[in-house]
């Protein structure tokens, strides 16, 4: 997990998604969605941590939180028997990433650790017997009986590539009813490509909330502001040749990570390795160069944050306009 700068989107999301969390109401599913790279696993656990990372409150065998990981089957479409599946292993053996990654350990963690260790043997494969809809019934019993609070579901975007006779919105209408039926919460956490998770379903998309994880829009002043801020935050641990390299870079690190704060990190780390492989701990101007992605990658990435700002905007104020024109009687009628 990337350390956490606290920036304004980040900070702003973290703020959302609180609240979201704090208000329990099973059946809710909340969707973070954002670029690769935004932080959404870095803020979904530092929001799961807060709320649900003292196990002295869980009690004995129960787990407030599940996290499951969406992906593709062999022929790269997504398998919901293996979510099923995987969503049951989960609850017998769960992985506590989002609880440990990165955290100080406590003698309550270590324990819960010893004791899923020593049980893993026991629930290995244990679903493997039941047919899908034989998973997701033993899935209600157990997390009920463990006291879940959270499903928390990452790649979510998977479950967007189906057969062409298998909608998205089919299984998150599945997924809605499970979650009612054990009195949990969803967190689905995806890429701009997960907006089709709710298409063309409007009962779907009601009972969602989505957390827009958004990266920088330099053009802006505002974002702009926040953007030189937050480089100035990754730029602190290292050295420049000039001294003023970093003012007089902005621009281009902007343009070679769309602000994107993963992408502004790892950029500095590959511009620290062409530093080190000449042999001098002074970042020059030259080890960025040597770092930007080729122009493939570049607009592989910059495609990705035009899409999220597509599936994100409102719809323009003149065409809900148009609409309420249409639908709103006149005083002559």
């Known amino acids: 997990m990337l350390e956490i700068i606290p920036h304004r989107n980040f900070l702003a999301a973290q703020a959302r998604l609180r609240r979201a969390l704090t208000d329990h109401r099973p059946g809710r599913l909340i969707v973070v969605i954002g670029v690769g790279g935004v932080g959404k696993t870095t803020l979904r656990w530092s929001v799961l941590r807060e709320l649900y990372g003292n196990p002295r409150h869980w009690g004995i065998g129960k787990i407030p939180v599940i996290e499951v990981m969406a992906i593709l089957g062999a022929k790269a479409y997504f398998n919901s028997k293996a979510l099923a599946e995987e969503s049951l292993d989960q609850l017998h053996m769960p992985d506590l990433s989002w609880l440990t990654r990165g955290a100080k350990t406590t003698p309550e963690i270590e324990m819960i650790e010893e004791a899923l260790a020593a049980s893993r043997e026991f629930w290995k494969g244990a679903s493997r017997n039941l047919t899908e809809a034989g998973s997701w019934n ?6 009920r009986e463990r006291d879940m609070k959270i499903f928390s579901l990452e790649h979510a975007s ?3 590539i189906n ?3 298998t909608r998205p919105a089919q ?3 599945n997924l809605m009813s499970i979650m009612e039926a054990t009195g949990a919460m969803g967190v689905l956490t995806t890429i701009q490509d997960g907006a089709a998770l709710w298409k063309g379903r409007s009962e779907v998309r009601r009972r969602m909330d989505v957390i827009w994880m958004a990266p920088y829009d330099v053009s802006k002043p505002e974002d702009l502001k926040c953007y030189l801020g937050l480089l100035k935050r990754i730029a602190a641990p290292y ?3 000039p001294q003023n390299l970093l003012e007089r870079l902005a621009p281009e690190i902007a343009a070679a990570t769309a602000a994107v704060y993963a992408e502004m990190v790892n950029l500095f780390q590959r511009a620290e390795e062409s530093a080190h492989d000449a042999g001098r701990t002074e970042l020059i101007e030259a ?8 122009a493939d990658d570049l607009e592989t990435l910059w495609s990705d944050v035009a899409r999220f700002w597509e599936v994100k905007r409102s719809d323009k104020a003149s065409a809900v ?7 709103w ?5």
């Open 329 to 333: 009687p006149t005083e002559d009628e």
């Open 287 to 294: 080890d960025f160069h040597e770092a930007y992605y080729s």
């Open 158 to 160: 998977a479950l967007c």
């Open 321 to 327: 306009t148009e609409r309420a024109d249409k639908l």
């Open 138 to 143: 033993a899935f209600k019993k157990n997390a």
């Open 171 to 173: 299984h998150i209408i």
């Open 239 to 241: 050295s420049f040749n």
């Open 163 to 165: 057969h062409k006779d």
